[in-house]
């Protein structure tokens, strides 16, 4: 957990939360450069059935930054996609959701607990190694393009 923890709460995503949810995916996407890579209403339907997706409240109950997580497959679970709205950041929200969902990971079974972060981000990176995770690999993402043949 974050030192200091901020106040408030976990708690798995719900039905009642599918609005927020959807909205802060298109945030999420938009602030990634995905631009509508899936349809946020989906993405939220599939993560709230399959009870992936961990928000930290504040504590008056409302909803600060959401954690998830892919299925565990061959021991490895990959935590995706961590957010906080762009006002309520900077207060271990996300960090907060982050390890709690990478310490239910680790108690449901998991050999390893993956995040991928952009390398250019030094405060989500000096976060998440705050929080245990550490740098292991570099990557890069390549879009091909098809072009008409002649």
Request: proline share 8%.
């Amino acid at each position: 957990m974050p030192e200091p923890a901020p106040p408030g709460r976990a708690r798995v995503a719900t039905e009642a939360d599918r609005s927020q949810l959807t909205a802060w995916h298109g945030e999420f996407d938009e602030a990634v450069g995905e631009h509508g890579s899936r349809d946020s209403g989906a993405w939220a339907d599939d993560r709230i059935a399959y009870g992936s997706l961990t928000l930290w409240e504040t504590p008056d109950g409302a909803p600060a930054a959401m954690a998830g997580a892919t299925p565990l497959i061959a021991g490895q679970l990959r935590i995706a996609p961590v957010y906080t709205p762009a006002h309520l950041r900077g207060r271990g929200y996300a960090g907060a959701a982050t390890a709690e969902v990478s310490h239910a990971a680790l108690a449901a079974g998991a050999d390893e607990v993956l995040l991928f972060t952009d390398p250019a981000n030094p405060t989500s990176n000096g976060l998440y190694q705050r929080i245990g995770y550490r740098p292991v690999a570099d990557f890069a993402t390549y879009e091909f393009t098809a072009t008409a043949a002649r």
